[in-house]
T-cell receptor, first 115, second 111 residues
Framework: EAGVAQSPRYKIIEKRQSVAFWCNPISGHATLYWYQQILGQGPKLLIQFQNNGVVDDSQLPKDRFSAERLKGVDSTLKIQPAKLEDSAVYLC?????????????FGSGTRLTVV | QKEVEQDPGPLSVPEGAIVSLNCTYSNSAFQYFMWYRQYSRKGPELLMYTYSSGNKEDGRFTAQVDKSSKYISLFIRDSQPSDSATYLCAMRRNQGGKLIFGQGTELSVKP
C-alpha cells in the first residue's frame, strides 16, 4: 500500500510570507492529522479531521494557521503570515478511524524554515 | 508540567548492548501506549503498541507499562547500528484519536 504523501519536502520562506503544505493520506483512511514537530521535541497535534469534518483543532493557532480537507481525501495546511517560531517539520498522518486502537501512518513531513 | 516526559538523551551504546528507554506521564486517563521510531528526516513509524498495564514482546523489543507508577519503558536487546534513531513514546486516552508524544530520545548504537 502506498504511504502518506506530503509535499513539498522542504520550504524556506521569509517571516510574514505565506506557505502551504499538501498531504495525500493512505487510500481509505478516514482520519487525517497534522502535527507540528519543532527540533528536539515530539510532534504536537495541530488539527484532526474525520472525513472532511474537523474533530480537534484546539491547538491550531487560528489567527495564522488554517487547514482544509475537501472531499475527505487530501488536505492542505496553510500558514499566513509565518513567524520565526513556525520553523518546524509539519507531519501529516492518517488512520482508518479515530478510535484508540487505530494506528497512525506518518508521512515524511515538510521541513519549514522561516528566516 | 508536561503530560508526557521523556529523557531526550542523546544515548550512545555499543552494538549488542541492552537499551532501556523510559517515559513518565501525569494523566491517569491514558490507556493506550505506543513507541515510535523516527529515523533522521523521516516520519515516525509505529514500533510497539500496548493497552493498559503489562508487557509486550516483539523480537528484540519489549514494551512495559506500569500504570500505577505512570511509567512506560522500551527495552531493546542485542542493539544494532540500524537501531540508531529517535524513539518517541506516545499515549492516548480510551476515546478519541489525539496522541500525546514525549520529546523523544536520540539513540546511537556504535559498531
Amino acid at each position: 500500500e502506498a504511504g502518506v504523501a506530503q509535499s513539498p519536502r522542504y520550504k524556506i520562506i521569509e517571516k510574514r510570507q505565506s506557505v502551504a503544505f499538501w498531504c495525500n493520506p493512505i487510500s481509505g483512511h478516514a482520519t487525517l492529522y497534522w502535527y507540528q514537530q519543532i527540533l528536539g521535541q515530539g510532534p504536537k497535534l495541530l488539527i484532526q479531521f474525520q472525513n472532511n469534518g474537523v474533530v480537534d483543532d484546539s491547538q491550531l493557532p487560528k489567527d495564522r494557521f488554517s487547514a482544509e480537507r475537501l472531499k475527505g481525501v487530501d488536505s492542505t495546511l496553510k500558514i499566513q503570515p509565518a513567524k520565526l517560531e513556525d520553523s518546524a517539520v509539519y507531519l501529516c498522518a492518517s488512520s482508518l478511524g479515530a478510535g484508540a486502537n487505530y494506528g497512525y501512518t506518518f508521512g515524511s513531513g515538510t521541513r519549514l524554515t522561516v528566516v | 508540567q508536561k503530560e508526557v516526559e521523556q529523557d531526550p538523551g542523546p544515548l550512545s551504546v555499543p552494538e549488542g548492548a541492552i537499551v532501556s528507554l523510559n517515559c513518565t506521564y501525569s494523566n491517569s486517563a491514558f490507556q493506550y501506549f505506543m513507541w515510535y521510531r523516527q529515523y533522521s528526516r523521516k516520519g515516525p513509524e509505529l514500533l510497539m503498541y500496548t493497552y493498559s498495564s503489562g508487557n509486550k514482546e516483539d523480537g528484540r523489543f519489549t514494551a512495559q507499562v506500569d500504570k500505577s507508577s505512570k511509567y512506560i519503558s522500551l527495552f531493546i536487546r542485542d542493539s544494532q547500528p540500524s537501531d540508531s534513531a529517535t524513539y518517541l513514546c506516545a499515549m492516548r486516552r480510551n476515546q478519541g484519536g489525539k496522541l500525546i508524544f514525549g520529546q523523544g530520545t536520540e539513540l546511537s548504537v556504535k559498531p
